[in-house]
């Protein structure tokens, strides 16, 4: 049997049709250019928002905004992108994979505080440990021996003595800083790190 040049022009005709269909089949199923990244978001107890829990995918670059507020509307809410502590809302721009957890802001536990006094100038160091049953108020002890009450509502927290006479502290629960008062003056400012 003899093959004729048409029947050959045809054959090549078919095989190049062939080709470009598997070649648009392959490059039909790839992702050239932009890449895609996950977005795990991990919501835990008592928090609610958006982006919801799971996981997500997003174009390179892309803005994400997110936003969450406690359950309980009186608890502050604090977010970490991987390993970055946020506020309770912001954006941030997908350049790789993310995890995103947010949970509920607990002060419970020892912190260092340090107390700078503007007039006269003096400063306080000392360890306090916050106790209580909720994340909202409870009892505090301090390595002085001081005792008092504290209350971490809605973002702000508040730090009374009861055997350091007229002593209160006032600040950010997320910060955890601000300005301490005796018998309702100003007098400076305070901040704690967790120990």
């Given at each position: 049997m003899t093959i004729t040049t048409k029947k050959m022009k045809r054959m090549a005709i078919y095989g190049r049709f062939i080709q470009i269909l598997l070649l648009l089949l392959v490059?039909?199923?790839?992702n050239f250019g932009t890449?895609?990244?996950k977005?795990?978001?991990i919501i835990e107890e008592g928090v609610t928002g958006t982006p919801q829990a799971g996981e997500h995918s997003y174009k390179d670059l892309?803005?994400?905004s997110f936003e969450y507020t406690g359950i309980d509307p009186r608890h502050t809410v604090e977010v970490f992108l991987s390993t970055i502590r946020?506020?309770?809302s912001g954006?941030?721009?997908m350049y790789t994979d993310v995890t995103l957890l947010t949970r509920l802001v607990d002060i419970r536990g020892s912190w260092k505080m340090?107390?700078?006094?503007t007039d006269p100038s003096e400063i306080f160091e000392f360890d306090i440990t916050l106790n209580g049953a909720g994340l909202t108020s409870g009892t505090f002890s301090d390595s002085r021996g001081y005792?008092?009450?504290w209350t971490a509502e809605n973002g702000v927290i508040t730090i009374s003595y009861t055997d350091w006479s007229g002593y209160v502290l006032n600040g950010s629960v997320f910060e955890m800083s601000g300005i301490f008062t005796v018998d309702g003056e100003d007098k400076g400012g305070w901040n704690a790190d967790r120990l």
């Amino acid at each position: 049997m003899t093959i004729t040049t048409k029947k050959m022009k045809r054959m090549a005709i078919y095989g190049r049709f062939i080709q470009i269909l598997l070649l648009l089949l392959v490059f039909g199923s790839c992702n050239f250019g932009t890449p895609d990244y996950k977005l795990n978001v991990i919501i835990e107890e008592g928090v609610t928002g958006t982006p919801q829990a799971g996981e997500h995918s997003y174009k390179d670059l892309a803005d994400v905004s997110f936003e969450y507020t406690g359950i309980d509307p009186r608890h502050t809410v604090e977010v970490f992108l991987s390993t970055i502590r946020q506020r309770s809302s912001g954006n941030f721009t997908m350049y790789t994979d993310v995890t995103l957890l947010t949970r509920l802001v607990d002060i419970r536990g020892s912190w260092k505080m340090v107390m700078q006094q503007t007039d006269p100038s003096e400063i306080f160091e000392f360890d306090i440990t916050l106790n209580g049953a909720g994340l909202t108020s409870g009892t505090f002890s301090d390595s002085r021996g001081y005792n008092g009450l504290w209350t971490a509502e809605n973002g702000v927290i508040t730090i009374s003595y009861t055997d350091w006479s007229g002593y209160v502290l006032n600040g950010s629960v997320f910060e955890m800083s601000g300005i301490f008062t005796v018998d309702g003056e100003d007098k400076g400012g305070w901040n704690a790190d967790r120990l």
